[in-house]
């Protein structure tokens, strides 16, 4: 997970299945999306978000750093958001 804060604005971008959270009060408000298999299907409707925790898959990662091969995260897997005073 890499953040970089521009002033007000806050930009994340992840790979793999490492998550940032942004706290608001007190709300936890999940900004990545995990790269894993598991994911993947519900991203295409193939299983249901409930049956994520439970899939054989959930740890399969389709993006991590470290391998023989260069992950190219897509522009939209990077997050923006304004911060608002106490985040």
Same mark, same amino acid.
Not at 7 to 20: E, K, P, Q, T
């Given at each position: 997970?890499?953040?970089?804060?521009?002033?007000?604005?806050?930009? $994340?971008? !992840?790979?793999?299945?490492?998550?940032?959270? #942004?706290?608001?009060?007190?709300?936890?408000?999940? =900004? %990545?999306?995990?790269?894993?298999?598991?994911?993947?299907? $519900?991203? !295409?409707?193939?299983?249901?978000?409930?049956? #994520?925790?439970?899939?054989?898959?959930?740890?399969? =990662? %389709?993006?991590?750093?470290?391998?023989?091969?260069?992950?190219?995260?897509?522009?939209?897997?990077?997050?923006?958001?304004?911060?608002?005073?106490?985040?």
């Amino acid at each position: 997970v890499v953040a970089i804060m521009d002033g007000d604005r806050l930009y $994340v971008a !992840n790979i793999g299945d490492s998550r940032a959270y #942004l706290l608001r009060g007190k709300t936890a408000r999940l =900004l %990545t999306r995990d790269h894993s298999v598991a994911a993947t299907l $519900v991203d !295409n409707g193939m299983i249901g978000a409930d049956q #994520l925790r439970e899939h054989p898959m959930r740890n399969q =990662l %389709t993006m991590v750093l470290g391998s023989d091969e260069t992950p190219t995260p897509a522009f939209n897997a990077i997050f923006s958001t304004t911060l608002a005073g106490g985040n």
